[in-house]
């Protein structure tokens, strides 16, 4: 639960906490399309596959990052537990600051704990875009 806490502290840190306010529930179908999005991410940087892991970021994400090298340098060096996860575990999803999101625990490739608390936004083609990610230490066990 702390881990949980954690994540949703950086968070409101990102949102502001005022524009969070409490998380509404994710509708069934998003919530599944969401953990989609995510769980292919994934898969694509266990696979190194720099291209479709930076397909899935969202445009806010890929101004930061223009390219698909950029993008994969920053998760390598700031993002090893959601690059080489050893497992990892969808919590819940909600939506705060009218983006969805949903919590990660995670097992690092290093045996670390981590909670990883994603936001997403839907683009205009009705696809999901992962749009952010704060990525905190958590209690042992969690994942």
Known sequence: MRSVLTALLGFLLVFGAEEVGAAQPLPDA???????????????????DGVAAYGFAAPNIQAIFP??????????????????????TF????????????????????GDYWTALYTLARQPDGSWKISGCVLVHSQAGAA
Do not use: C, H, W
């Not at 998003?30 to 190194?48: G, K, L």
């Not at 993008?71 to 990892?88: D, E, H, I, L």
């Open 91 to 110: 919590g819940p999803s909600g939506q705060a600051a009218g983006q969805p999101t949903q919590i990660l625990e995670i097992v690092g490739p290093d």
């Open 30 to 48: 998003d919530a599944q399309a969401v953990r989609t999005v995510i769980e292919r991410q994934i898969e694509a940087f266990r696979a190194d």
């Open 67 to 88: 390219t698909p090298e950029a993008f994969m340098a920053m998760v390598k060096n700031g993002y090893q537990p959601v690059y080489r996860p050893k497992s990892f």
